[in-house]
């Protein structure tokens, strides 16, 4: 079973919908959680960021973390075109009080919004 | 703005041959991450460096090799390339200790022949 997992869709939506992506995960010792957002043939580039349960709002997005239920999500608003990407859920946990940054990644959502 | 680049964008090698793949970062990070996607797969990590000489093997490190001379640069080294390889591989860094965000280059996609 692999450490994070995440439905690679593809997702399809029209223009002004909301959109939900989803990830699961095994391990218990992730604390910082993250939703990249990765457009064709361009590297990753961070799109939220949270440490530990609870949710945080960045204009149309809402990133959600459930520790409980290992469980976080990507709540997109009013979805447009130029939200078309693949979206990349990434956690990572603290090792011995020093944390060398390494990420564990979903599988990676891809998402296309319809004009 | 963090800048991180990536020696190649595409590159088609044959089996057998070394292939050196080249990452620069401009902001003086201490740590920096090279993984490859695959669909399905999502961003593996092959192996990452935590300081000038120092690295540590990540998930996937066999077939590969790393180098890290200088701070601002990683190489990735594929010792004797393989069909299995061909991939996109991706250079990150990350920042100051107390963050967790990385930064990536565009890529490099391989195609070994």
């Known amino acids: 079973q692999k450490e994070v997992e995440q439905d690679p869709g593809p997702l399809s939506v029209p223009e002004g919908a909301i959109v939900s992506l989803n990830c699961t995960y095994s391990?218990?010792?992730?604390?910082?959680f993250m939703w990249y957002r990765q457009y064709s043939r361009k590297g990753p580039e961070l799109l939220m960021y949270?440490?530990?349960?609870g949710n945080k709002e960045d204009g149309r997005f809402t990133a959600q973390v459930d520790k409980s239920s290992k469980y976080i999500s990507l709540f997109i608003r009013d979805s447009q075109p130029s939200d078309s990407a693949t979206y990349l859920c990434?956690?990572?946990?603290?090792?011995?009080?020093?944390?060398?940054?390494?990420?564990?990644f979903g599988q990676g959502t891809i998402l296309t919004v319809h004009p | 703005d963090v800048k991180v680049t990536q020696s190649s964008r595409y590159l088609v090698k044959r089996t057998g041959e070394k292939v050196f793949l080249e990452c620069v970062q401009d902001?003086?990070?201490?740590?920096m991450f090279w993984y490859r996607q695959d669909p399905g797969l999502g961003l593996r990590l092959i192996y990452f460096?935590?300081?000038?000489?120092?690295?540590e093997k990540g998930d996937i490190p066999e077939g590969y090799s790393v180098s890290r001379e200088k701070k601002e640069r990683f190489s990735l080294i594929l010792e004797s390339a393989s069909t299995n390889q061909t991939s996109m591989y991706l250079c990150?860094?990350?920042?100051?200790?107390?963050?967790?965000?990385?930064?990536f280059g565009p890529g490099t996609r391989l195609l070994v022949l």
């Open positions: 990150a860094s990350r920042g100051p200790f107390f963050s967790e965000t990385q930064y």
């Open positions: 391990n218990s010792a992730f604390q910082y």
């Open positions: 949270t440490y530990s349960s």
């Open positions: 990434a956690m990572s946990r603290t090792t011995g009080g020093t944390s060398y940054g390494k990420l564990t």
């Open positions: 902001m003086d990070h201490e740590n």
């Open positions: 460096s935590y300081d000038v000489k120092m690295k």
